[in-house]
C-alpha cells in the first residue's frame, strides 16, 4: 500500500525557516517523481514544487509564488523527500503536502500544516 | 503557463439529479496527466478521476469523465448526499507549473 507522510509542520515567525518532511513507503521511491502541494485556509490548491527521479538527474521545478525561497531535497535511500522553506511570509500558511504519481496514478498524504505568523 | 478554470462557480442541484463540472484549459496538454478530485471540509483530496476517464479506486461508476485537449467534464449521475462538496481539477505533467483548477462547489 503506497503511504506518504508528512511532517515537520508548526508555527514560525515570518523571515524564518523550516523542513518539512515526507515519509515514504509502499512503492520504489527512487522511480517516482515527488510533488509538494499546498492549501492555502479557505483556498484551492497551489502546486509549489516538483523533483523527478534519478533517470531525469533529480531535476527540480518551483513555482514562481516560491522560486529562490524554497528548495526540494529527496534521499532516495530513505525513501524521504524534504521541502526546506527559507524567508517564510505569511502567505506560505498552508496545509501542505506530499505527492507522487505512480504510473499516472495520483498519491497524497495528509498534509502538515505551516503557520507563517509574528 | 496553462490556465484551467472551472465553471460553474457553484452548482446547486438535488439528490437523485445530475451534476456536470466544466474544467477549461487555456492551451492543450496530454490528458494522460489530468485528474479530477473531491474536498471535504478538513479533509485531504479524494481522487475521484485520473487520466481524464479513468476511475480511481473504490470511486461509485456515478463518476465519470470526459475530455481531450482544452475542455474537460466531469459527470457525477444520481446525486447523492455525500457528493455534495468541491471538485478540483488539477494537470500535473509536461511543462511546469501544474497548475489547478480554482474549484466548483457543488451544493
Known amino acids: 500500500e503506497v503511504q506518504l507522510v508528512e511532517s515537520g509542520g508548526g508555527v514560525v515567525q515570518p523571515g524564518r525557516s523550516l523542513r518539512l518532511s515526507c515519509a515514504a513507503s509502499?512503492?520504489?521511491?527512487?522511480?517516482?517523481?515527488m510533488d509538494w502541494v499546498r492549501q492555502a485556509p479557505g483556498k484551492g490548491f497551489e502546486w509549489v514544487g516538483r523533483?523527478?527521479?534519478?533517470?531525469?538527474?533529480?531535476?527540480?521545478e518551483f513555482a514562481a509564488s516560491v522560486k529562490g525561497r524554497f528548495n526540494i531535497v529527496r534521499d532516495d535511500s530513505r525513501m524521504s523527500l524534504f521541502l526546506q522553506m527559507n524567508s517564510l511570509r505569511t502567505e506560505d500558511t498552508a496545509v501542505y503536502f506530499c505527492?507522487?504519481?505512480?504510473?499516472?496514478?495520483?498519491?497524497w498524504g495528509q498534509g502538515t500544516q505551516v503557520t507563517v505568523s509574528s | 503557463d496553462i490556465v484551467l478554470t472551472q465553471s460553474p462557480g457553484t452548482l446547486s442541484l438535488s439528490p437523485g439529479e445530475r451534476a456536470t463540472l466544466s474544467c477549461r484549459a487555456s492551451?492543450?496538454?496530454?490528458?494522460?496527466?489530468f485528474a479530477w478530485y473531491q474536498q471535504k471540509p478538513g479533509q485531504p483530496p479524494r481522487l475521484l478521476l485520473y487520466?481524464?476517464?479513468s476511475r480511481a479506486t473504490d470511486i461509485s461508476d456515478r463518476f465519470s469523465g470526459t475530455g481531450s485537449g482544452t475542455d474537460f467534464t466531469l459527470t457525477i449521475n444520481r446525486l447523492e448526499s455525500e457528493d455534495f462538496a468541491l471538485y478540483y481539477c488539477h494537470r500535473y505533467d509536461g511543462s511546469p507549473p501544474y497548475t489547478f483548477g480554482q474549484g466548483t462547489r457543488l451544493e
Open positions: 523533483t523527478k527521479n534519478r533517470e531525469k538527474s533529480y531535476t527540480t
Open positions: 509502499g512503492f520504489t521511491f527512487s522511480d517516482h517523481y
Open positions: 487520466s481524464a476517464s
Open positions: 505527492v507522487t504519481y505512480l504510473s499516472g496514478y495520483p498519491y
Open positions: 492551451q492543450t496538454f496530454d490528458t494522460k496527466y
